[in-house]
């Protein structure tokens, strides 16, 4: 690894705060890590971790503010009152991406933790070919769980049931499903893996291909569990990016 590190800065992208990586030495092929932050808003700016897994690998990495939205595709006021993180995330964060670092699928890994975690496998079962290689550590997958606790959820769906449906459980298409997927969760996360174990059941019983780590333990729910895996999951986002670039190389 390089001895140099790159900066982080925070940029505005359509009104919304975004934190942006640029590494001492970035990729030649422009790869970009587009990093979905969890509930408590902590994007991955200035983790020197990540941040040192990312200068390894000359990834650059956008991580965008998106309050208690849950990255999804309803409106969620506390983040905009007139657009879907999706929507945002498609039509402009992505121009961003473009014009700023001549990025674009399949140069663009998706990954996140816990809320992020979940709204990135999202995004890529919804998307897979802009998004075909994902990365969700702890992803909070029953978030139908956390209705009636006082958070954004509550105004954005009706009912538990109503959330389920739009959970990325449900979201999975037997035939159009993002190739390059890691999927990591803590078994002492009593929030998150039994909702991590039923997604990676139902993606086997669908024979879908995916890498996953339910073993790994290294504090729960918790920043000391991300961090643990960083260096797993980078390398992941990476290599992955490299094979997808390599299926479309002359």
């Not at 970009?32 to 990834?59: P, S, W």
């Not at 992505?94 to 699928?105: D, K, M, R, V």
């Not at 920043?223 to 490299?242: I, S």
């Amino acid at each position: 690894m390089s001895e140099s590190v790159g900066t982080w800065k925070q940029v505005e992208v359509a009104g919304k705060a975004v934190d942006v990586y640029e590494p001492s030495q970035p990729s030649e092929h422009n790869y970009v890590v587009l990093h979905l932050h969890g509930h408590g808003g902590r994007t991955l700016r200035d983790n020197a971790v990540y941040t040192a897994e990312f200068e390894k690998y000359g990834l650059r990495a956008v991580c965008p503010h998106g309050k208690r939205s849950w990255w999804g595709k309803r409106i969620c006021s506390e983040f905009d009152a007139q657009i879907s993180p999706v929507d945002y995330i498609r039509q402009h964060l992505l121009p961003y991406i473009n014009e700023q670092f001549g990025a674009e699928p399949p140069a663009i890994a998706v990954s996140g933790v816990s809320m992020g975690g979940q709204g990135a496998l999202r995004l890529a079962y919804w998307y897979p070919r802009e998004f075909p290689v994902v990365a969700a550590l702890a992803p909070a997958v029953d978030f139908q769980n956390w209705l009636g606790q006082g958070i954004p959820l509550d105004e954005m769906y009706e009912s538990p049931l109503d959330a389920r449906q739009d959970t990325v459980t449900l979201q999975i298409h037997p035939l159009n499903w993002p190739p390059q997927q890691f999927i990591a969760c803590d078994p002492r996360d009593a929030d998150c893996f039994e909702g991590t174990d039923r997604l990676i059941s139902k993606l086997s019983s669908s024979g879908i291909i995916y890498e996953k780590d339910l073993t790994t333990s290294a504090g729960g729910h918790s920043w000391e569990y991300f961090n643990h895996m960083a260096p797993a999951t980078v390398e992941f986002l990476f290599q992955r990016l490299e094979r997808e670039r390599l299926k479309f190389r002359d």
